[in-house]
Nanobody, 124 residues
């Protein structure tokens, strides 16, 4: 299974929380940087957050800093995205992306493997 698979999307009111998960084979995830991107209707795909191969280093877009938390479980080959204090502007399809080279990256074309996405809808 090369393609990562996202789960956990849904609908929530502003101020609520959701937890997204991304799973893939150990071959896909092992020692690889993983990121979350999102794409709202009529907008370009944008970087949300990234985690390095062992979970020790993370980074976030300014728009989600302090509200979202990325983590990874190496044994379960899972990367999670905890989203708190959600806002209507967080509404988008969220994609998990895996890089096939070293170093954290912030643009979509730096990532080799993509999931199909999961919808997150935040109502006001």
């Amino acid at each position: 299974q090369v393609q990562p698979v996202e789960s956990g999307g849904g609908s929530v009111q502003a101020g609520g929380s959701l937890r997204l998960s991304c799973t893939a084979s150990a071959r896909t995830f092992s020692a690889n940087v993983v990121a979350w991107f999102r794409q709202a209707p009529r907008k370009e795909r944008e970087f949300v957050t990234v985690v390095n191969w062992n979970g020790a280093s993370t980074d976030y877009a300014d728009s989600v800093k302090g509200r979202f938390t990325i983590s990874r479980d190496l044994l379960k080959n899972t990367v999670s995205l905890q989203m708190d204090s959600l806002k209507p502007e967080d509404t988008a399809v969220y994609y998990c992306a895996v890089r096939d080279r070293d170093g954290m990256a912030y643009v979509a074309n730096e990532y080799a493997y993509w999931g199909r996405g999961t919808q997150v809808t935040v109502s006001s």
